[in-house]
């Protein structure tokens, strides 16, 4: 009975470890599953900045800016990365009874190289962008002025994110957008476009904080804060007596945040 009762008894403790070994899944597992890549995010959402505009030489403006982003990335694991981001604001800027309202629309393409390995990875690109900015410069008892800047850049950076969760990831992007072929154009003033200095100190960076529901997992929220710092060149134009003609520089810095909805496969 005793020899009986011990083969059970071991019996019993072979099929317990058996199921367990079935049923728990190895660390390797659980990361592979926590970190399931996917190749394609397609995002949309909103944002909202708070801007301080300084013309070099004059007060600063300050106001509240809205807009909107739409993105597509294509950012497989070692392997290329490519994206096309356009983004939008609009809003008011006033110093005193002087106001500014600011129009930006900002278009740019990113190629590069993502390396990854368990939950995290990062990405080095650069590429192309072109930058509308529009001022809407409006003074008591004065014309009002429009300055359209038309601004090309080479977006240089990297973006850094890690899974601390199976629901969500934190990272840091950050891009150097020094300017090439700057131009102003100022209205009512015959329209003629104005050659600028390029400026190589504008920058942003930003803070994603991306959120996932296991129920859906192809969907995210995306919340970002932001800080982006951006000027404008001087005018290099002057006269035929070799006297300088140049509209001041501004600098703008944006304090943001923005939310996204993406979609991923």
């Given at each position: 009975?005793?020899?009986?009762?011990?083969?059970?008894?071991?019996?019993?403790?072979?099929?317990?470890?058996?199921?367990?070994?079935?049923?728990?899944?190895?660390?390797?597992?659980?990361?592979?599953s926590?970190?399931?890549?996917?190749?394609?995010?397609?995002?949309?959402?909103?944002?909202?900045n708070?801007?301080?505009?300084?013309?070099?030489?004059?007060?600063?403006?300050?106001?509240?800016?809205?807009?909107?982003?739409?993105?597509?990335?294509?950012?497989?694991?070692?392997?290329?990365?490519?994206?096309?981001?356009?983004?939008?604001?609009?809003?008011?800027?006033?110093?005193?009874?002087?106001?500014?309202?600011?129009?930006?629309?900002?278009?740019?393409?990113?190629?590069?190289?993502?390396?990854?390995?368990?939950?995290w990875?990062?990405?080095?690109?650069?590429?192309?962008?072109?930058?509308?900015?529009?001022?809407?410069?409006?003074?008591?008892?004065?014309?009002?002025?429009?300055?359209?800047?038309?601004?090309?850049?080479?977006?240089?950076?990297?973006?850094?994110?890690?899974?601390?969760a199976?629901?969500?990831?934190?990272?840091?992007?950050f891009?150097?957008?020094?300017?090439?072929f700057?131009?102003?154009?100022?209205?009512?003033?015959?329209?003629?476009?104005?050659?600028?200095?390029?400026?190589?100190?504008?920058?942003?960076?930003?803070?994603?904080?991306?959120?996932?529901?296991?129920?859906?997992?192809?969907?995210?929220?995306?919340?970002?804060?932001?800080?982006?710092?951006?000027?404008d060149?001087?005018?290099?134009?002057?006269?035929?007596?070799?006297?300088?003609?140049?509209?001041?520089?501004?600098?703008?810095?944006?304090?943001?945040?923005?939310?996204?909805?993406?979609?991923?496969?």
């Amino acid at each position: 009975m005793k020899k009986l009762a011990l083969a059970l008894c071991l019996l019993t403790v072979g099929v317990y470890s058996d199921d367990m070994s079935t049923e728990a899944p190895s660390p390797d597992q659980q990361s592979q599953s926590m970190c399931q890549s996917y190749d394609h995010m397609i995002k949309i959402g909103g944002s909202y900045n708070y801007l301080w505009l300084t013309p070099q030489g004059f007060p600063t403006f300050q106001g509240n800016l809205g807009g909107a982003q739409f993105s597509y990335e294509y950012n497989k694991k070692n392997f290329f990365y490519g994206a096309a981001l356009f983004t939008y604001r609009q809003g008011p800027s006033s110093h005193g009874t002087i106001n500014r309202n600011i129009l930006d629309f900002n278009v740019l393409e990113r190629l590069g190289y993502t390396y990854a390995q368990d939950c995290w990875q990062g990405t080095l690109f650069s590429g192309f962008g072109f930058r509308y900015l529009q001022q809407n410069l409006k003074q008591p008892a004065q014309t009002t002025l429009y300055f359209e800047y038309k601004e090309f850049y080479i977006p240089v950076g990297f973006l850094v994110s890690s899974e601390w969760a199976d629901w969500a990831s934190v990272g840091l992007d950050f891009t150097w957008m020094p300017q090439v072929f700057p131009s102003l154009q100022i209205n009512p003033f015959g329209g003629a476009n104005w050659i600028l200095s390029n400026r190589i100190d504008n920058f942003i960076v930003e803070i994603p904080f991306t959120f996932y529901c296991s129920a859906y997992p192809n969907f995210t929220l995306e919340i970002t804060p932001s800080y982006e710092y951006w000027n404008d060149g001087r005018t290099t134009a002057t006269t035929v007596g070799g006297g300088s003609l140049s509209v001041p520089s501004n600098r703008y810095q944006f304090l943001g945040v923005l939310v996204n909805f993406g979609g991923r496969f």
